[in-house]
């Protein structure tokens, strides 16, 4: 299968940064979107940025209108990568963050299966 590997989630003060890294290995031809997804206790599970395309030059970029002018996302597509700059942070940013990951395998294009990180915490607190 495919697995999302995330890194990067700890413990900020507001104001600060952090900047979170997931990547997708496995049997994978093609990762035709990634991004990154949150979720606090009691609430659902909801997209904060993703990255959508399999080619750079096609590829679009979905940001959440609550972090827009703090966080950003980037991502190396042949490294099937994705990182989230989460710059400004809030208490209310604390969350466990997941990587998503849609991925198509050899003779499937362009049908995708999705696949979840495990998830990294994300703490923002005075």
């Known amino acids: 299968q495919v697995q999302l590997v995330e890194s990067g989630g700890g413990l900020v003060q507001p104001g600060g940064s952090l900047r979170l890294s997931c990547t997708a290995s496995g049997s994978i031809f093609i990762v035709s979107a990634m991004g990154w997804y949150r979720q606090s206790p009691g609430k659902e599970r909801d997209l904060v940025a993703i990255i959508t395309g399999a080619v750079y030059a096609n590829a679009t970029t979905d940001i959440t209108d609550s972090v827009k002018g703090g966080f950003t996302i980037s991502r190396a597509t042949p490294k099937n990568t994705v990182d989230l700059q989460m710059n400004k942070l809030k208490p209310e940013d604390t969350a466990v963050y997941y990587c998503?990951?849609?991925?198509?395998?050899?003779?499937?294009?362009?049908?995708?299966?999705?696949?979840w990180g495990q998830g990294t915490q994300v703490t923002v607190s005075p």
């Open positions: 998503s990951g849609n991925v198509a395998h050899r003779g499937n294009w362009p049908s995708t299966d999705h696949y």
